[in-house]
């Protein structure tokens, strides 16, 4: 789950995301000025408007911007996406269902392309659209070239240089995946073999010989922060799932953010 919603289940907008969020209450994006969330929804009527959103096969999800005639411009709503992983803002997606919106989960926006598109009067305009992946397809990267990096300093420098990099207004996927891996490689060798959570031997190795070990964003429970190896932990299947699923889940990831004052000193 991230920010308390389930994949695949069925909200009332009203209620579960504005009653707890506020934020604008119409329109397709949705920008709370107390939440580090940007709340997207989409659907088939999107289309009458001049929004035509749609799953790539490389798994990238095509989200069109907000304005319905002319140009569309790079505020408000739009530059909320495009630069939430600056503000360290969760890009959290809805379906609009006939029953009311199904939670389609966190995205991370890697990117946006100036597209020519009809607006909701038929005209042609500059229309951008911003290109999201599955934040869960995203942070389950780990290098296979992992073992012949020199050392864990060399993979800590470059895992602190990637989360304190600042990206472009126009990101490339290679950019978005490069950080997230730098990130998470570090992680899974400062673990050296062993949950760091429950201190138990990973349970089986990778095809390349490494430790097989989940990492974990502490702050995804909470706030949603931003990619940051101080709030990264290396985890065993078995202590990802209790956080994620179990009935203590919550109070777990509490005493894992505690650990890693201990773990990742600085």
């Not at 504005?18 to 397709?28: A, D, S």
Request: net charge neutral.
């Amino acid at each position: 789950m991230s920010w308390g919603f389930e994949r695949g289940r069925i909200y009332n907008r009203r209620a579960d995301i504005h009653g707890r969020f506020n934020g604008q209450q119409r329109g397709g994006i949705v920008t709370p000025a107390d939440h580090a969330v940007v709340i997207i929804f989409t659907g088939e009527e999107g289309e009458a408007h001049g929004y035509t959103d749609q799953w790539r096969d490389d798994g990238v999800f095509e989200y069109f911007g907000e304005g319905q005639i002319g140009d569309m411009v790079m505020q408000k709503g739009n530059r909320a996406i495009a630069d939430h992983a600056v503000h360290g803002k969760s890009i959290l997606l809805f379906k609009i269902r006939p029953t009311g919106v199904e939670y389609g989960g966190e995205m991370i926006c890697e990117g946006y392309q100036t597209r020519r598109a009809p607006d909701r009067s038929g005209n042609m305009r500059d229309a951008f659209v911003f290109e999201l992946r599955p934040f869960d397809n995203v942070t389950a990267i780990v290098d296979d070239t992992l073992p012949v990096i020199a050392s864990l300093e060399g993979l800590r420098i470059r895992a602190f240089a990637a989360a304190n990099a600042t990206p472009s207004k126009i990101a490339s996927t290679a950019t978005v995946f490069e950080r997230s891996r730098d990130i998470r490689d570090y992680v899974v060798a400062r673990g050296n073999g062993r949950c760091e959570g429950c201190s138990n031997a990973a349970p089986f190795l990778r095809s390349n010989g490494v430790p097989y070990l989940e990492p974990h964003h502490i702050r995804r429970l909470s706030d949603g922060g931003p990619d940051d190896p101080r709030f990264v932990i290396a985890l065993c299947p078995n202590c990802h799932r209790r956080v994620h699923s179990g009935a203590d889940g919550s109070s777990y990831n509490g005493l894992l953010l505690r650990k890693m004052t201990a773990i990742e000193v600085g």
